[in-house]
């Protein structure tokens, strides 16, 4: 699986044509409320809008001028899902929600450098992470998190910002050899290349979302957010 999203992060516009378009239902919540809207999914040939998943929430943005409410991944196909239909075979310009994409793509970096140098620097492994709204968190496999060790990754992961260093995509094919070392992490339904995401001489990790193209973009006040939710969880012990 390798959107345009995914090939570029970057691409705020895109052109591409509609496959199909069907009828559809979507549950979501409205003020604590549970809600089902009537609309349609529909399949594009590409899309820069990144589908739900890896832990990253989906895109929002605009097919045309229809916009579009979730996306969500089949196997190898983004699924658009909108209120008013639009016609297969034509061709449609697709618009990113942009503040939404780039916070989750330093975001997710950042989690990615975090995630990396505590296990480098203290051997604690990440057991889950959740990007949100207004907070990400990401929990290690430890009962407590010393001042001294926050201080210490806290400077560690800015060092690495000021320092520029490049985040990369690297594509491996289902029959290199390399892929075994991440096949375990892969969905059943798991359709094309595996997707390396490359922190250059820091981390190299499977992952289908979206990142920035160099550390300097992350910004030092999404790792003090970050270090401050580890923190956190360490004083809930």
């Known amino acids: 699986m390798a959107f345009q999203c995914q090939r570029d992060c970057y691409m705020k516009e895109f052109v591409t044509s509609v496959v199909s378009c069907c009828p559809a239902e979507l549950k979501h919540e409205v003020s604590g409320k549970k809600e089902t809207l009537k609309g349609f999914n529909v399949k594009l040939q590409d899309t820069i809008l990144f589908p739900e998943g890896g832990g990253q929430p989906d895109d929002h943005g605009f097919i045309g001028d229809v916009p ?42 950042g989690q990615h450098l975090i995630t990396a140098l ?6 604690y492994k990440t057991t889950s992470w959740e990007l949100g709204r207004q907070r990400s968190t990401i ?8 001042p001294a060790q926050l201080q210490s990754l806290e ?14 995509v690297q594509l491996l094919s289902i029959d290199d050899p390399e892929k075994n070392l991440f096949n375990k ?3 059943d339904d798991h359709a094309g290349p595996i997707r390396i995401i490359d922190i250059e001489g820091v981390d190299a990790n499977m992952c289908c979302g979206t990142h920035v193209s160099n550390l300097s973009h992350l910004q030092v006040r999404y790792m003090h957010i970050y270090l401050l939710l580890l923190c956190n969880k360490s004083s809930d012990q």
């Open 139 to 146: 929990e290690l496999d430890t009962p407590c998190v010393k």
């Open 155 to 168: 400077e560690v992961v800015n060092e690495k910002i000021r320092a520029h260093i490049p985040v990369s």
């Open 118 to 123: 505590a296990d480098a620097m203290f051997g």
């Open 68 to 109: 579009v409410l979730r996306v969500t991944r089949q196997g190898p196909d983004a699924v658009h899902f909108v209120s008013s239909s639009v016609e297969p075979g034509q061709e449609v310009q697709l618009r990113v929600d942009w503040d939404r994409r780039f916070d989750h793509m330093q975001q997710h970096s």
């Open 185 to 187: 992490w892969l969905p």
